[in-house]
């Protein structure tokens, strides 16, 4: 297949390109500077310049490429777009990720439509602490996603359900994926570890999900070559309460044991977001992705990828 990758030198990018092209799919990928160029190309893609946010740029980078499917993996999470991490004001931190999840995916569909031959799209997705706040730690897609109304991290939450409606609506498929770890994932999180600035929330009973970056390429590529249709959430086997995982990554770092601070101190210092991830966050079960994809993640547990990305 051609395939166009929207977002091809992003954490997620950067291992999903060379997976395509070991499977003997045509490769376009884009970037937002053309400095990046040549690092595309070694990954084994044409590369090109294009903004998200510019639906002249999309429609004519798409056009160019001619793909028979697009991955949407575009992002501006990263301090040379988005400047220093903000978690307590996520609206600020997130604001081009937000306008990329919903301008830039109606831009990408809108060119898909324009161009002939393009029949699949799959976008990037979040299930992480995210579930609804009720009922079981571990959540299906059957059940909501939480959106947090009312807090800083509403916005974000409700541009991913954008991504949803209108990707789904276009028959393509949203990958939900776990919080990310492999290279260059979580190097920032690693970094507070080591500093004792990443502690425990009350009793961090709440719940995430991971999954390695490269687990979440094959599952995009079962995805695309699949031509695959709705939501699917694409998390290790091992959703995990943050007391469990966060001391195992610090172990991992050799860091010392986080530190442990009251709820009403996180909230102050760190906002709603982190406390409810932290307390009462509800992970995902990968069940769906296993039997409809055949996906078979290569780190079934953030035990063993932790361990070994660490070491
Ligand atoms: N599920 C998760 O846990 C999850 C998901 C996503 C990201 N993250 C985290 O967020 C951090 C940053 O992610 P990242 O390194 O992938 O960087 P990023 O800054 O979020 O960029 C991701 C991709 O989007 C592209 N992009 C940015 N602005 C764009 C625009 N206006 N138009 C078109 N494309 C645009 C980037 O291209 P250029 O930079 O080349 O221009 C890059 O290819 C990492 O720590 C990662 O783990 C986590």
Not at 39 to 57: F, I, K, Y
Not at 89 to 94: A, G, L, M
Not at 120 to 128: I, T
Request: glycine letters at 10%; proline letters at 5%.
């Amino acid at each position: 297949m051609r395939v166009f990758v929207a977002g091809g030198t992003g954490v997620l990018g950067r291992r999903l390109v060379p997976q395509l092209v070991a499977r003997g799919h045509q490769v376009t990928a884009t970037t937002t500077s053309a400095a990046k160029l040549g690092a595309l190309t070694r990954l084994g893609a044409n590369g090109v310049v294009m903004d998200g946010l510019d639906a002249v740029s999309v429609g004519e980078a798409v056009a160019a490429a001619r793909p028979d499917a697009i991955a949407h993996q575009m992002t501006a999470i990263s301090p040379a777009h988005a400047g220093k991490p903000d978690l307590k004001h996520p609206d600020r931190w997130f604001a081009t990720t937000n306008r990329l999840r919903t301008e830039g995916t109606d831009h990408l569909l809108a060119a898909a439509a324009e161009a002939t031959g393009v029949s699949h799209v799959v976008a990037q997705g979040y299930a992480s602490w995210n579930g609804i706040r009720e009922g079981g730690w571990v959540k299906t897609e059957e059940d909501p996603l939480d959106t947090l109304e009312g807090t800083a991290a509403h916005k974000g939450l409700k541009a991913l359900g954008h991504v949803e409606d209108v990707v789904l609506k276009a028959g393509g498929a949203v990958l939900r994926y776990g919080a990310f770890y492999g290279p260059g994932a979580i190097d920032d999180q690693v970094q507070l570890l080591r500093k004792r600035q990443y502690p425990l929330v009350g009793r961090a009973t709440g719940y995430s999900s991971w999954v390695h970056l490269d687990d979440a390429a094959s599952a995009t590529v079962l995805a695309l070559e699949q031509k695959a249709t709705g939501v699917f959430n694409v998390v290790d086997d091992e959703p995990a309460p943050a007391s469990e995982w966060l001391p195992y990554l610090a172990a991992c770092a050799g860091a010392k044991r986080p530190m442990r601070v009251p709820v009403w101190l996180a909230r102050l210092l760190a906002g709603e977001q982190a406390v409810v991830m932290m307390t009462e966050g509800r992970g995902f079960s990968n069940a769906k992705a296993r039997r409809e994809l055949g996906w078979e993640p290569r780190y079934p547990s953030w035990r063993q990828g932790f361990k070994e990305e660490l070491a």
